[in-house]
């Protein structure tokens, strides 16, 4: 199971956060339901959360503290563009509304392995210049970079 067995899913409305992180703030609220349903028991680091919209966005995010004000999640501009949120109007008299962002609790597996999607052909210059037993390689029969010895 992706939470091992802790169920957190709440819906907040979403203010912007002056940060240059790439993490939310939730609400205290949040910490202690969480802290209730066990998911402060897993020893494996950082809290990820999907977050999602009624428009159908969606990304996963970190979580920076939880100090963010009761029914709020403050997002940083990068998780805010993301979602194309929107942070700044609240039930204004011209009909412009806070967008209404889902948390859900994840627990992340430790990543197997990584995939590369060089963009430039500068890439395959730069990783000419990387040594050592794990310096990726071409595989032209696959058509992508890969690190030798390791499938995928």
Known sequence: ???GGVTFRETYRAVSMK???DRVRLPASALHALEFKGAMDHKGG?????????????????VLEFTAEDGTIALPLKVATCLAAITEADETLEGGFNTRVTARYVR?????RVGLQPRTRGFA?????????AVPTFDAARGKWVLPGVEG
Request: hydrophobic residues 40%.
């Open 1 to 3: 199971m992706l939470t």
């Open 19 to 21: 940060d240059g992180s």
């Open 46 to 62: 950082a809290m990820y959360f999907e977050l999602t919209t009624r428009e159908g966005a969606r990304t996963h995010c970190g």
């Open 108 to 112: 992340l597996e430790k990543a197997r």
């Open 125 to 133: 210059a730069a990783m000419g210049a990387v040594q050592g037993p």
